[in-house]
């Protein structure tokens, strides 16, 4: 099996790089292939039966000013790489986000639930869900996903550990809740899915499993590294005014995980416990410590 990776200079690409290691595999960042482009498209994905869709743009704030923009990567590039694939007979995974929701739920989010955006960012990577399930409706995964941190790039496990290592106290919100998802976790699981010749096509969930807050997160993060969470109080999203609106609840369920023989993820405390065992976590933490 030829897998084609897009967005391979990301924190999820190179956890795919990863966890397809010893597989035949073609990395693209975004140096090496501009996903909008259908020509450079087309002779990059012939030759490959799957292509995981890890391109995107992500500035969630820079979004609200700069949608064109957005949507070009999230939506158009989705397409690209969806007619390509048509043409070609690949199978795409295209990653996406909760963003798509009105994160207005109350209990987890079926994949069936209705779309409405709460801003720029998540309209854009609608565009691209859709492309992709019009485009390909018998070989298109879409994989939403949500707070998602990894060893590379900036994120929020890495920054709580900076900020212990340099303030006595932070303040988190307590009134978002999700699902933190490592990008290893991740991977993984797209890779199984890619795998799984029985799998049916259209949307999946692919976060951890349980749920917590902004400031559960933090917490949970300073008590893995030895440090005293009651350092971290709340707060609320007020207190902390954004460009871009952020959803409320993006807690996601995972039923068609079984169906297609694919395990759920693991539970985002043990994700986290996983995470922060790897070289580059595992430095924050001993700086974290030793400032304490």
């Not at 292509?51 to 704030?61: K, L, M, Q, R, S």
């Not at 996406?96 to 929701?101: E, K, M």
């Not at 955006?117 to 298109?140: D, F, H, T």
Request: with cysteine; proline share 5%.
């Amino acid at each position: 099996m030829r897998w084609l990776i897009t967005g391979a200079g990301g924190a999820l690409g190179h956890d795919l790089l990863v966890a397809l290691r010893g597989a035949e595999v073609t990395a693209a960042t975004r140096a090496d292939l501009d996903i909008t482009e259908a020509d450079a498209v087309r002779a990059a994905v012939g030759g490959h039966d799957v292509v995981v869709n890890a391109a995107a743009y992500t500035a969630v704030d820079n979004a609200e000013t700069d949608e064109v923009a957005a949507t070009r990567v999230n939506g158009l590039g989705p397409s690209v790489l969806a007619d390509a694939c048509a043409s070609s007979g690949a199978r795409l995974l295209h990653v996406s986000t909760d963003y798509v929701l009105p994160g207005d739920a109350s209990s987890p989010c079926p994949e069936d639930a209705a779309t409405d955006p709460v801003n720029a960012y998540g309209r854009s990577k609608l565009v691209g869900e859709q492309a992709v399930l019009s485009l390909l409706p018998s070989r298109g995964y879409v994989v939403r996903t949500a707070w998602l941190y990894g060893e590379t790039g900036t994120n929020f496990v890495a920054t709580m550990l900076k900020l212990a290592a340099t303030r006595p106290t932070v303040s988190v919100v307590d009134d978002q809740h999700g699902q933190p998802t490592w990008t290893s976790s991740l991977a993984a699981q797209l890779v199984a899915l890619g795998h799984a010749p029985d799998a049916g096509p259209g949307i999946y969930h692919g976060t951890a499993s349980g749920q917590t807050t902004w400031h559960g997160l933090a917490q949970e993060i300073y008590r893995l590294a030895g440090l005293d969470p009651a350092r971290v109080s709340t707060t609320t999203s007020d207190a902390f005014p954004r460009p871009a609106k952020r959803p409320a609840y993006s807690v996601l369920a995972h039923d068609r995980w079984a169906a297609a023989g694919v395990a759920v993820q693991p539970e985002w405390r043990d994700q986290l416990a996983a995470a922060l065992a790897r070289p580059s976590f595992a430095e924050l933490v001993e700086k974290a410590r030793a400032a304490s």
